[in-house]
Nanobody, 120 residues
Framework: QVPLVESGGGSVQAGGSLRLSCAAS????????MGWFRQPPGKEREGVAG????????YYADSVKGRFTISRDNATNTAHLQMNSLKPEDTAIYYC?????????????WGQGTQVTVSS
């Protein structure tokens, strides 16, 4: 059973917003760094945002800085990705995973992801 489940994707117009959620089940996420990744159509998966442990220090890919915000709620074992000012190039399947802190090196618990489609 995959311990991470993504949700919250959808279709929006450019400039719109979405909030993705990542629920961890069967594992305690509070002491592990977490990251969001995306895989655009026909391209490789790439790191988007990461967050360290309880202190919540964040890092982002240059392409989303200032538009996306990663957060975590250790009480509910969830992580979120608030995406604002969405662009068509943000269209992708979005995944979450545990990561080596400060990097895009993922543990490999790839779930089904959640589809985000941004139209112009």
């Amino acid at each position: 059973q995959v311990p991470l489940v993504e949700s919250g994707g959808g279709s929006v117009q450019a400039g719109g917003s979405l909030r993705l959620s990542c629920a961890a089940s069967g594992v305690t996420s509070a002491d592990r760094c977490m990251g969001w990744f995306r895989q655009p159509p026909g391209k490789e998966r790439e790191g988007v945002a990461g967050i360290r442990t309880a202190r919540g220090r964040e890092y982002y890919a240059d392409s989303v800085k200032g538009r996306f915000t990663i957060s975590r709620d250790n009480a509910t074992n969830t992580a979120h990705l608030q995406m604002n000012s969405l662009k068509p190039e943000d269209t992708a399947i979005y995944y979450c995973d545990f990561v080596r802190c400060g990097t895009w090196t993922a543990a490999g618990y790839w779930g089904q992801g959640t589809q985000v489609t941004v139209s112009s």
